[in-house]
């Protein structure tokens, strides 16, 4: 049993580690991220507007989901944060596939299988919940509740997203071309 608590907390700082790396990007610029203005003008391509305040908010969410899993603390509720965000986070590659050098969206759909895997094992004894008393949190209907809520609180963004996304073609479509402009002229 100890190995595999060992397991556990060396799974969970390792992807803690990972999506600290990942949330610091969008939020400061760190490890050669855009920051809120790169990564807003990155996520406005993507649909995602305002571009800037919601790569802020993926960064906390992000970061928050991190500090959840690396403390092993309310770790359904850092679970449900990271499967939501990820969700989000791999809509935009979607349409590439699945392999990252590809254009893919292959890294978010790890982060969010990471996080249902947490999700169901519980964080392990070497954790901030099993130090509170919070044992229950392992049980899988927990697991199913951090999955449902990380799945629902996507799917707002991704309406939003579509939504965005159907009105840039709608007024590309409606936007004369330069070479209908020098038909005119």
């Known amino acids: 049993m100890t190995g595999i608590n060992i397991g556990l907390l060396v799974l969970r700082l390792g992807f803690a580690a990972l999506l600290f790396g990942h949330s610091t990007q969008k939020l400061f610029g760190w490890f050669r ?76 759909v790890v982060y969010a299988f990471l996080a249902t895997v947490i999700a169901f094992t519980g964080p392990g004894r070497f954790s901030l919940d ?24 996507a799917v707002p963004m991704l309406l939003r997203r579509r939504a965005a996304l159907r009105s840039d073609a709608a007024t590309t479509a409606l936007t004369p071309s ?8």
């Open 130 to 153: 099993h130090a509170f008393g919070l044992t229950g949190f392992s049980h899988l209907w927990w697991a199913a509740i951090a999955i449902a809520a990380g799945l629902l609180a």
């Open 178 to 185: 330069t070479s209908d402009k020098e038909v005119t002229a």
């Open 33 to 108: 991220g855009g920051g809120p203005a790169g990564s807003g003008k990155l996520f406005e391509t993507w649909g995602f507007r305002p571009g800037a305040r919601l790569a802020v908010v993926a960064g906390v969410c992000e970061l928050l989901g991190a500090g959840s899993i690396a403390l092993g603390l309310l770790t359904p509720g850092g679970c449900a944060l990271l499967i939501g965000t990820m969700t989000v986070a791999a809509s935009p590659a979607a349409r590439n596939g699945l392999w990252a050098h590809l254009g893919g969206n292959e890294v978010p």
